[in-house]
């Protein structure tokens, strides 16, 4: 990782600075198969050089989507390359992005997402095609003043309150009313004191840039209430999964640390803008940018028209990985604004696939795909998008021609010759279970890897929300 200031990268150095530091505990942190991040703490001293080497024991049994119980013993192994001091714990701590091992088999962990990620760029390497992909996913979020949600045998429901929302304009007690509020739809770059989280999303970007992590640009976003972004400098795949993980770790803590709660939930109010993670993706080879061509459209090159063509032809794979929940499916719904559409554009924001035109630098030229959310796990989405991007380029699949106009101003005729990701999780990961070979080209990912996906997603999330009655239900078939 990048750092404001260099970092030792060898043990003997690394023991060396956090004793100069003062550092105190040493934080483990990995991620579960579903995307969340987890962590154990050590003592400095507690720990010795073999660490880097052989790693910690822990329990994987425990961690969602790994070991049964009669295979529980794994082996965290710390990458010395992301050492930061964490600026979360009071406590003076070091962190590292850690590896997971299977001591028995003595290898690295199948199931360990960012061991996938890095496979993924290994096969690039090996495909000739590229060297290196370079990411840069746009984080939206939302901040809110107090949330509450249960669910029962009886009861259901959930309360979002922010003192942003534009339903407060009429509140009387308590706190005086002092009436600056985003308008519905209306939070796109207003200044304080209307965006009042302002202080927050910079106190965000500086942690985050403290432990190595450059930052581009923040702002409020859209919805009316304490929706943001952040969106960081690219990187190469598996280093921007690891920022990924950082960048929601530090915005929930600090929210948390003003007495707020962040959330990456991409549809959390009804009715309003929700949350996305645009991600821009490129492919060099020799300090090169593959993408571009001074001649094409938008200045893509044709590889990066093929790319395209693969990140439609297996869009619905895809989303099984990068919008990943129920949730998402309430975001990408036809006809609001959402990128459902599989078609690309250099400005049409309707599209799933957008070619940026701000800059005409080379450097600069890349594909933005729009349907993922922040809920997915990036390590298994930025490389589930690269394989079939992969796939296009090694298959020249054709992703048709631009439209450059409204998608939802289409005749009739244009409208059904537009095809749209799916619209449910359990319509995506029915595609994924149907179309899933371009994914284990080079053993990047293994059949036992997606099938325990697929099996987590039905068990835990698609059924469980289906067999839920839902509140609006009650409101259209209480009569009936």
Known sequence: ????????????????????????????????????????????????????????????????????????????????????????????????????????????YSRDPRHIAKKAEAYLKSSGIADVSYWGPELEHFIFDDVRFDQTHNSGYYFIDSEEGIWNSGRNGGSPNLGHRPRYKGGYFPVPPVDTLQDIRSECVLKMMDIGIDVEVHHHEVATAGQGEISMRFRSLTRMADQVMLHKYIVKNVAHAHGKT?????????????????????????????????????????????????????????MALAAPTTNSYRRLVPGFEAPVNLVYSQRNRSAAARIPVYSKSPHAKRVEFRPPDPTCNPYLAFTAMLMAGLDGVINKIDPGEPIDKDLYELSPEEAASVTQVPGSLEEALNGLEQDHEFLLRGDVFTKDVIETWIDYKRVNEVDPVRLRPHPWEFHLYWDA
């Open 1 to 108: 990782m990048t750092t404001k200031h260099a970092l030792p990268t060898t043990p003997a150095d690394i023991f060396s600075f956090c004793r100069e530091q003062g550092i105190q505990i040493v934080d483990m942190k990995f991620t579960d198969l579903p995307g969340t991040m987890q962590h154990f703490s050590v003592p400095l001293d507690y720990l010795d050089e073999g660490a880097f080497i052989e790693g910690l024991g822990f329990d994987g049994s425990s961690i969602r989507g790994f070991q049964t119980i009669d295979e529980s013993d794994m082996m965290l192994v710390p990458d010395a390359t992301t050492l930061f001091v964490d600026p979360v714990p009071r406590i003076p701590t070091a962190s590292f992005i850690c590896d997971v091992r299977d001591p028995v088999a003595d290898s690295s």
């Open 262 to 318: 962040a959330t990456f939930m991409p549809k959390p109010l009804f009715d309003d803008n929700g949350t996305g993670m645009h991600t821009h993706q490129s492919l060099w080879k020799e300090g090169t940018n593959l993408f571009f061509d001074e001649s094409g459209y938008a200045l893509a090159s044709q590889m990066m028209l093929h790319y395209i063509g693969g990140l439609f032809k297996h869009a619905a794979a895809i």
